[in-house]
């Protein structure tokens, strides 16, 4: 079996009715399982990561992006996460030794059938058909607001399904990538402009860009009554998720700001723990003492469960029949 991690971003983290219809689509589907969901209020966005066999997987896809097409309507969407449609990004990972010029392949087939089935698909990353479009931040600019005059411009257009704009889905953007790690640490400060400031100070394409790998925003978070500067790993083989966390924390000292707590969205791979949890506890090996040492560490503000993808994958299979 040659697997695939899906990690969804869906415009909707209020209505729980909504978030867990789209789950059921994905577990309907042989071969596939749901490894996690995060919801957040705030950004009103759901992050789910399933994996599968590459020759399902797309199906589970097709299933949870036309549950959404359904239930989700943009027109009245309001969150504080960038957003340019119902599904904002579809992204496709090969694990292991995947093949990934077949799942390219399939991704492409599967961005034309949503086209065909009126969903708005742009393709990006290892996917993109244009130089222009690898970039996520390039293609959502002016984010869901925008499409209706971009989509009057030349080349403005999505690479699949319609080129007028749907109002009530948006658009979205799929492809193949690298893993990354979504990963946010909150300020004990209301001010966002200071959390602006440094998101820009420590994100590589910053001044003076001091974390290599990693993009940044600041934004104010009103579930937690904080502001937060977000992150995405993009680097996860070389960044080290404790220097992350430090730098953060210094930047933000600078500004007269605690560090209060962290979260981490979604999965991370077992190299990244054994990173960082050899500095905090040198010479440990026991996997499950070196996660929790990170989880105190960086104040992880999640349920105590261990969110290695390793661990969820084979947890998830060992009552697997094929």
């Known amino acids: 079996m040659q697997l695939v991690e899906c990690i969804p971003n869906f415009s909707e983290g209020r209505n729980p009715i909504i978030v867990n219809a789209i789950a059921e689509s994905i577990k309907k589907t042989p071969n596939v399982w749901l490894l996690n969901i995060d919801s957040g209020y705030d950004a009103n966005r759901t992050v789910y990561t399933f994996v599968g066999d590459i020759d399902t997987i797309t199906e589970a896809a097709f299933s949870a992006v036309m549950t959404a097409s ?24 090969a694990l292991d030794d995947t093949d990934e010029s077949i799942l390219l392949q399939k991704v492409k087939v599967l961005a034309e059938r949503l086209g065909d089935n009126g969903i708005p698909v742009y393709l990006y990353e290892k996917s993109a058909l244009r130089s222009d479009r690898k970039n996520l931040a390039t293609i959502r600019k002016g984010e869901y607001e925008s499409l209706p005059e971009k989509l009057k411009l030349e080349g403005g257009q999505p690479d699949f399904g319609p080129k007028t704009f749907n109002e009530k889905f948006g658009a979205m953007v799929m492809g193949v990538r690298d893993f990354l790690l979504a990963y946010n640490i909150n300020l004990e400060s209301k001010d966002i402009g200071l959390a602006k400031k440094i998101a820009a100070r420590v994100r590589e394409s910053g001044n003076p860009g001091l974390l290599k790998g990693v993009k940044a925003i600041g934004w104010w978070m009103e579930e937690y009554q904080c502001t937060q500067v977000s992150m995405n790993i ?89």
């Open 70 to 93: 359904e239930l989700i309507d943009m027109s009245v969407h309001q969150g504080e996460h960038p957003r340019i449609g119902a599904c904002d990004v579809f992204p496709f990972v």
């Open 234 to 322: 993009v680097d996860v083989k070389n960044v080290d998720l404790k220097f992350v966390f430090d730098t953060v924390k210094k930047e933000a000292a600078k500004e007269g700001i605690e560090v209060q707590t962290s979260e981490l969205i979604g999965l991370i791979p077992q190299q990244m723990i054994k990173r960082a949890g050899n500095q905090i506890l040198p010479g440990e090996r026991d996997i499950q003492k070196l996660y929790w040492a990170v989880f105190n560490y960086l104040g992880l503000n999640m349920k105590n469960d261990i969110r290695i993808i390793e661990w969820k994958i084979s947890e998830a299979m060992k009552n697997a029949s094929f």
